[in-house]
């Protein structure tokens, strides 16, 4: 077995499984943010081309991405929205996806392109229709993540600290209809090609109210361009806010942007998890 392909970024046994899998596997690029320890390996292997991604034990945001593929993403491969997992090992933490090909969506024209986000509404309808649950325990749970998470380190401001904890405090918790989110829905996981929107990353994969996969769009893309946020509702079909949840789950996404982005030091995405906070707060 050769073990000049992998370059160190996988260990042997990893390596030899990838080669079980795949005839003469060959790296093509490096995609991994750097931010943790998440590898995203672009792969050749007999005329075809395959994402690796990997992490260690304890990154949960992998075994987030199992589930997901596993039992979720079964809608959006169909319409050649997601890429289909083609290998898993679990034990070795890898998963071996088609690539889909195209540039990414953020920073790019179709970021403010309507009929992508009508696109990106319709994809995560898919998604959220998928399963549903009510959970009695879900919103006391993440009030009392999002106070730990205040008590963490990070640079949020001591008075917007005192503002949220006061806000989570006074929040009187119901019953939760959950079901799958992405986690991240915005244009830094879309890949656009030709005039088609893809969906990658579902390492924040998790069972929450639909409402909170729109946050995202909600403190960036629509701020200032409600006709994006009419486009995606045109896909999406109703609005799922609504006035009692909606600010606490926008606070909540705040609060832990803020505080992840500062422990993995991502200063672009911590200064947006401040903002989002700042916004947050209005609405209470």
């Given at each position: 077995?050769?073990?000049v392909?992998?370059?160190?970024?996988?260990?042997?046994?990893q390596?030899?499984?990838?080669?079980?899998?795949?005839?003469?596997?060959?790296?093509?690029?490096?995609?991994?943010w750097?931010?943790?320890?998440?590898k995203?390996?672009?792969?050749?292997?007999?005329?075809?081309q395959?994402?690796?991604?990997?992490?260690?034990?304890?990154?949960?945001?992998m075994?987030?991405?199992?589930?997901?593929?596993?039992r979720?993403?079964?809608?959006?491969?169909?319409?050649g929205?997601?890429?289909r997992?083609?290998?898993?090992?679990?034990?070795?933490?890898?998963?071996?996806?088609?690539?889909?090909p195209?540039?990414?969506?953020?920073h790019?024209?179709?970021?403010?392109?309507?009929e992508?986000?009508?696109?990106?509404?319709?994809?995560?309808?898919?998604?959220?229709?998928?399963?549903s649950?009510?959970d009695?325990n879900?919103?006391?749970?993440?009030?009392?993540?999002?106070?730990?998470?205040?008590?963490?380190?990070?640079?949020?401001?001591?008075?917007?600290?005192?503002?949220?904890g006061?806000a989570?405090?006074?929040?009187r918790?119901?019953?939760?209809?959950?079901?799958?989110?992405?986690?991240d829905?915005?244009?830094?996981?879309w890949?656009i090609?030709?005039?088609?929107?893809?969906?990658?990353?579902f390492?924040?994969?998790?069972?929450?109210?639909?409402?909170?996969?729109?946050?995202?769009?909600?403190?960036?893309?629509?701020?200032?361009?409600?006709?994006?946020?009419?486009?995606?509702?045109?896909?999406?079909g109703?609005?799922?806010?609504d006035?009692?949840?909606?600010?606490?789950?926008?606070?909540?996404?705040?609060?832990?942007?803020?505080v992840?982005?500062?422990?993995?030091?991502?200063t672009d995405?911590e200064?947006?998890?401040?903002?989002?906070?700042?916004?947050?707060?209005?609405?209470f």
């Amino acid at each position: 077995m050769s073990n000049v392909w992998h370059e160190e970024l996988l260990n042997e046994d990893q390596a030899a499984q990838i080669e079980e899998w795949l005839t003469d596997p060959q790296i093509v690029a490096d995609l991994s943010w750097g931010l943790t320890d998440t590898k995203v390996l672009q792969l050749w292997s007999g005329g075809q081309q395959y994402i690796l991604k990997t992490a260690d034990a304890k990154n949960h945001h992998m075994q987030r991405e199992f589930v997901a593929h596993a039992r979720f993403t079964r809608p959006l491969v169909e319409l050649g929205v997601t890429a289909r997992a083609r290998f898993v090992d679990e034990s070795l933490r890898l998963l071996v996806m088609d690539y889909l090909p195209g540039y990414l969506c953020d920073h790019s024209p179709a970021e403010l392109d309507p009929e992508i986000h009508v696109q990106a509404g319709r994809a995560l309808r898919l998604i959220h229709d998928h399963f549903s649950y009510n959970d009695e325990n879900y919103e006391k749970k993440f009030i009392r993540k999002c106070l730990n998470w205040l008590s963490a380190d990070h640079r949020i401001n001591p008075h917007v600290v005192a503002r949220a904890g006061t806000a989570l405090s006074e929040y009187r918790t119901e019953a939760s209809l959950l079901v799958p989110t992405h986690g991240d829905w915005q244009p830094r996981n879309w890949i656009i090609n030709g005039d088609r929107l893809h969906v990658i990353d579902f390492g924040r994969f998790d069972f929450r109210p639909a409402s909170s996969d729109l946050n995202r769009l909600a403190v960036q893309q629509w701020k200032d361009a409600p006709e994006l946020e009419s486009a995606f509702f045109e896909g999406y079909g109703d609005d799922p806010r609504d006035s009692r949840t909606w600010p606490i789950i926008s606070l909540r996404e705040a609060i832990g942007t803020a505080v992840w982005a500062y422990q993995v030091g991502d200063t672009d995405f911590e200064a947006q998890g401040h903002q989002m906070l700042r916004d947050a707060l209005e609405l209470f």
